[in-house]
């Protein structure tokens, strides 16, 4: 038995040696010699430091969590500016056209805003913002990471109410009192820019409060 599986081993060495060819000179490859190249292209992610934009919620659709849809603010040049636009709201036109809303509650204020030289920005809001909890405080927290985030120079978000660091949500189902960045809740960002009306385009040098 042994000696027929060897000799059909044998057999089957001698019949690829006999399908592969060598060439004694060197020839140009036929198209049909050539193997095949899939190309395939990945889309940016989004990164920070985009500018002036802010970032509001549009609907939930078919996802369990809202997309974040950017929306032009270039008139604001520093983050204090930038923070405070966002946390108007949007306008009435934006949400009419644009089906915009915003999980911030209603009355939160902003204390302050601080940088360090490592591209952490301090956020201080008033206690209003913790006026509601689960996934609409995830909203928010969206909302204002995502928003911060963007502005250049900013890597990380360090959020404080009334000067007190807390537990705040993630996209991934995560608490944590750790600054957050844009890739806590990349999963959720347009990456488009929207804008109703013409703005003036950032000329400005940002400033750090």
Known sequence: MMRRIAAAFAVALVLVACSLSTDRQPRDILDVERPTVVNTT???APEPGIGSVVYFLLPAGESAQSPLLAVDRASQQDPTG???A????PTASE????GVRTAVPAGTALISTSSDNQGTLTVDLSAE???NAGD???DAVGQLVVTASRFPGVRRVRLLVEGEPQDWPTSSGTTTRDPLSLYDFIDRVMDTITTTTPTAPLTAAATRN
């Open 95 to 98: 949400q009419a056209s644009l």
């Open 86 to 89: 966002l946390l108007e709201g």
């Open 136 to 138: 609409v405080l995830l």
């Open 42 to 44: 990945v889309a940016p």
């Open 129 to 131: 913002f913790l006026g």
């Open 82 to 84: 930038l923070l405070t």
